[in-house]
DNA sequence: GCCGTTTTCGGCCCGACTGTTTTCAGTCG
């Protein structure tokens, strides 16, 4: 099995901590944090890259002692000077520099000073009263460590996007009634529509006496004012939600929202280009000595410095910089082009509504088509269906599809890849059908080598279709399965087959780093809800999200042809 | 440690809030 990308990064990140705290140049910490960056948002598996001869030092943020030290960490499985850095400080004090309200500088003393080495030590100073009398520390500093320690022993866990748009939906009307307020924005990771948000960032723009601030840390659900200014505050919901709120004149609303919807990363570098362009960016405006010459749209920031609006979804510092000053920017694939869903599910098996309650919604969502996918006869507490009653389904699809007038039911199901690579029902039956949805639903931990294997062998035959929610996670709550990914994309575009965008918004699967070497591969994608009910089907949204993230544009996606395009995509002879 | 249509050396984004301070360091985003 080779070394994971997110275990290199992982390394990575341990040792900037140790530097860190051992006081070294702060940019040479910032390197060692970009290229743990660049390395975790890759989809290809470095190791593999490595193994291929490939220079890493091609990639964004990896010079040559970088591309070094994967080298040796791909070979050994370990960073000899993380090693040797750890011999000297403790890596245990990585994990303290984690409470919040404790850096670099601070774990040092605390190590320095008390020979705090670990959570418990941390603990056990803070409730006798030994922090308070280091300098610069004081009974406030202690009592925000005891807090953080509490807080930190609660799970850590980013929430899922629609989790998080109900508590900003709430917020955000709870705040726009407020006297002399003028826009509400959630920004942040929100914005850029990644698959769990850490935190809310939301940005305003009021008149200047507005009470807003004051609305913003009386809201009902708040449970702890953690900071609060004239322009900033933050807040702790009680969902454990933090918040942050930034109110800024209207002037400074682009440069505001660029600055608020990030990432760090993106903001860094169009910052670096500002300067040197002369300019100087930050949420109030681009200035140009003291003056300021852009700022009240996204755009006019962008355009000052030379470049074309850059989407929130494509703001990582993964090319988009680039991209954009060579004119290059993908015109991203939006809600409206997508033309119907390719994978749902009716009461015939799981599904909550029926066939025909799920066409009219389609319908009414204006698609054009809409393929019903229920489960195959191994998903048993699916019931799912077995030869003869996926033969009863298509015949009721055919009696619908004569009444239907404007959209076009397709006779297709949710396939299950056997452990052997087979499908689970015989190609007469699945000759009868539009089009099949595949996928893996057991024995999720063949080793890698079986697992991309089983894959590819269902591939082989030629019924099937579209790889269904591929990796098979669920986020927060199950990995992927071990799987080359890379390989299998290979395997599907040799053979006319596609892989899914599961937008379910606990799924999304495939992640954003693989959508774009989809789109690399020349690998078209389609974006399905995996519906459950007719409400489902309005996770399509995720889905875009997603595949914007991931740089695709229409063409890029299955599901935005029109029907005659898309029966001549799949393969059925 | 990375990086270069001003540079292969000398830069490296920018500001708000808090606490412990009498002008600023530390942390955060």
New binding site residues.
């Given amino acids: 099995m080779p070394v994971h990308n997110t275990e290199i990064a992982a390394l990575f990140n341990r040792l900037a901590d140790l530097l860190e705290l051992e006081d070294a140049?702060p940019?040479?910490v910032?390197?060692?944090r970009?290229?743990a960056r660049t390395i975790s948002s890759l989809a290809q598996n470095v190791a593999e890259l490595v193994k291929a001869g490939k220079d890493l030092?091609e990639l964004?943020?990896?010079?040559?002692?970088?591309?070094k030290k994967i080298e040796t960490i791909v070979e050994t499985g370990k960073l000899p000077?993380l090693e040797k850095v750890g011999a000297r400080t403790p890596p245990a004090l990585s994990k303290l520099?984690k409470?919040?309200?404790?850096?670099?500088?601070?774990?040092k003393t605390l190590y320095k000073q008390l020979g705090i080495r670990s959570l418990e030590d941390l603990d056990r100073a803070a409730r006798s009263g030994k922090i308070?009398k280091l300098?610069?520390?004081?009974?406030?500093?202690?009592e925000?460590i005891l807090h953080g320690l509490e807080r930190f022993s609660g799970a850590e866990e980013r929430m899922k996007l629609p989790d998080a748009e109900d508590i900003a939906k709430s917020l955000v009307a709870w705040l726009k009634y407020t006297q002399g307020v003028k826009a509400v924005t959630v920004a942040?990771s929100f914005r850029r529509r990644k698959e769990t948000v850490g935190?809310l960032?939301i940005l305003i723009t009021a008149r200047k006496n507005s009470p807003v601030m004051d609305r913003f840390v009386n809201y009902d659900e708040v449970n702890e004012v953690v900071?609060?200014?004239?322009?900033?505050?933050?807040v702790i919901l009680r969902s454990g939600l933090?918040v942050?709120l930034r109110v800024v004149p209207q002037v400074s609303y682009g440069a505001a929202l660029c600055y608020f919807t990030g990432s760090?990363a993106h903001?860094?570098a169009v910052?670096?280009l500002?300067?040197?362009k002369?300019y100087?960016?930050?949420?109030?405006g681009v200035f140009r000595n003291e003056k300021r010459v852009a700022g009240k749209t996204e755009k006019d920031v962008y355009k000052q410095i030379g470049l074309p609006y850059i989407a929130a979804e494509l703001r990582e510092n993964r090319g988009e910089i680039d991209a954009a000053k060579k004119g290059k920017l993908p015109e991203l694939v939006t809600l409206e082009d997508i033309r119907g869903d390719l994978h749902c599910h009716t009461k015939a098996t799981d599904g909550r509504n029926s066939l025909n309650e799920m066409v009219e919604i389609a319908k009414a969502r204006g698609y054009e088509y809409l393929a019903i996918t229920d489960h195959s006869r191994h998903v048993t507490v699916a019931h799912g269906l077995d030869r003869k009653r996926l033969l009863d389904e298509i015949r009721q699809i055919d009696k619908l599809n004569e009444k239907l007038d404007g959209i076009v039911v397709l006779k297709s199901i949710e396939l299950d890849i056997l452990e052997d690579g087979s499908l689970d029902l015989p190609d007469g039956v699945l000759k009868e059908l539009d089009l099949t949805v595949c996928a893996v639903h057991y024995k999720f931990n063949l080793p890698r080598k079986k697992q991309t294997e089983r894959i590819i062998r269902a591939m082989d035959n030629p019924y099937f279709n579209i790889l269904a929610h591929p990796t098979g996670r669920l986020i927060n709550q199950r990995e992927a399965y071990e799987v080359d990914l890379e390989t299998i994309m290979t395997a599907a575009r040799k053979r006319g087959c596609f892989l899914e965008v599961n937008a379910q918004p606990d799924r999304l699967d495939l992640t954003d780093s693989y959508c774009k070497l989809a789109k690399e591969m020349g690998l078209k994608v389609a974006i399905s809800t995996d519906a459950h009910s007719t409400g489902n089907l309005d996770y399509i949204r995720f889905g875009i999200g997603q595949a914007r993230r991931g740089w695709l544009e229409a063409d890029d996606v299955l599901n935005t042809r029109t029907l005659d395009d898309l029966k001549k995509l799949l393969r059925r002879d």
Avoid: C, W
């Fill in positions: 140049n940019f040479r910032r390197a060692y970009n290229g030092s964004p943020g990896i010079g040559e002692a970088l591309a000077q520099m409470i919040e309200g404790l850096g670099p500088r601070r774990v308070r300098e610069g520390f004081g009974k406030k500093t202690e925000i942040g935190d960032d900071s609060r200014g004239k322009t900033r505050s933050t933090h942050d760090k903001n860094i910052r670096k500002g300067v040197k002369g100087k960016i930050n949420e109030y």
